[in-house]
Each structure stands twice: as C-alpha cells, then as structure tokens.
C-alpha cells in the first residue's frame, strides 16, 4: 500500500526499521552499505552498534561531500557497475536518490543485492521518474539545468547532479524489478523533498510542477516527487536470490 507522509515521518520509518533488524541480529554489529554516500544524508543509527560503509560515482561535487562526512567507516567512489562489493557483507543497503541519476541502475542494483545478507533490508529514496517534479528535471537541457542550479537549490544541496531517469526510478519499475528479484516491498512512502521545491524560488518551482500535472492530465502529479521503500531479501534458499 502506497502512502504519502512528511520527511520527518519518513525518516523515523527508516530508522525504525533499522533498529527493529539490529535487534533481530541479538546484539551482533549492524554492517550497512551507503549506496550514493555523495549527499549529506546519514541513517539514525545512534540505537545501534553499526559499521558504515559508502560508495558513490566519482563526481568532484560527490568526492568533496563524501570525504566530509564522519558516519564513514570507510568509502570508494567509481564506476558503481565495477566498485567491490562484498559477498553476503551487509545487513543493510542503503540507496539513498541514486537510481534516478544513473545509467543501467538495475546492474548496479544487483551488484548491491549481491551484498546483501539472506534477510537483509534494501531501503530506498529515490525521485519519481513520473512525478512532475522529475519530469521538469529530466526535460530540461543540462546546461539550463547547472546555469539555474543555485538560483533554486537551497544552501548546501549537492549538485547539480546528472537527471538520467531510466524506467526502474519509478514506482512501477521498481515494484517490478523486486518480482522478478524475489525481492518483498514491505512499505512503499511518498513525500516531497526536491532540491527547488525547498529552495528560494521554491514558489516558481511549485508553480511549474502544477503546470506539469495540468498539462498531463494528471498523469504527473505535483503531489510528490520522492519515493521511499523497504523492501527485504528473503531468508529462504529455494527463493530466488541474487
């Protein structure tokens, strides 16, 4: 079941669910993978004995962000088809607004799933590729796109980072790679978070997605932009996993 929350309730779900599988785990550490560790971003893990690993593109707006943080264990940036992904190595795999800025996402996102233990959860946010907010960001020309950058984004946002959009960036995509995976959509969030949404011109920002939604009737909708899964591996050996 889809639902539409606020961000603090989003994030609270994820912490939740984070603590809800530490405890599973009967005090052992909590390994968690960041996929797309570029955006200042961090799990509440503060109820939790956890090692944090990170990887991302390699991207000079990325690199600086990623070397800044202090929740890092330890982190590579790269050609996240090709960076070293441990077998069965995490608990938790985070992929926090990766997917829509990618090409070939789902080879990336198997990679991540090879990493992932029997059980383990694989949470997601991502922009809607169908949502108005990511059909202007994905339209727009990207010398528009970096020239209008720090007129709409607010202070300290990473970017702008390439709007790529494949077909899995979406509700439907990804309830349909998890099916094909074995994979189980335990809860499904909507919320609006977009960069220009939230920045000085967040007005004109609004107002554009509203003229998106109109003009298509409906079929992109301003009423969010974000996504939020968690979607778990399932523990059994004769389902099918990567």
Do not use: N
């Amino acid at each position: 079941m889809t639902e539409v929350r606020s961000v603090v309730d989003r994030d609270d779900l994820l912490s939740r669910r984070i603590r809800e599988h530490w405890t599973g785990l009967l005090g052992r550490r909590l390994d968690v993978l960041i996929a797309g560790c570029g955006r200042p971003d961090p799990l509440d893990l503060s109820q939790t004995q956890a090692r944090v690993v990170g990887i991302d593109e390699d991207h000079p707006a990325l690199r600086a962000c990623t070397s800044a943080r202090a929740d890092l264990s330890s982190w590579a940036l790269g050609d996240l088809r090709s960076v070293p992904v441990p077998p069965r190595a995490f608990d938790v795999v985070y992929v926090p607004f990766l997917l829509e800025r990618i090409e070939h996402p789902e080879l990336v996102l198997d990679r991540l799933l090879t990493g992932l233990r029997p059980g383990g959860l694989l949470l997601v946010r991502m922009r809607d590729r169908a949502s108005a907010y990511a059909t202007c960001e994905r339209l727009m020309p990207a010398k528009l796109r970096r020239a209008l950058w720090h007129r709409f984004a607010p202070p300290g946002a990473v970017g702008p980072l390439p709007a790529v959009y494949e077909q899995v960036a979406s509700r439907e995509g990804m309830h349909s790679f998890c099916l094909t995976r074995g994979l189980m959509v335990t809860e499904d969030v909507l919320a609006v978070s977009g960069p220009a949404l939230r920045g000085p011109l967040g007005k004109l920002a609004r107002a554009a997605c509203s003229v998106v939604e109109t003009l298509s009737r409906g079929r992109r909708p301003a009423s969010h932009d974000e996504i939020t899964m968690v979607i778990r591996k399932p523990q059994s050996h004769f389902a099918r996993l990567i």
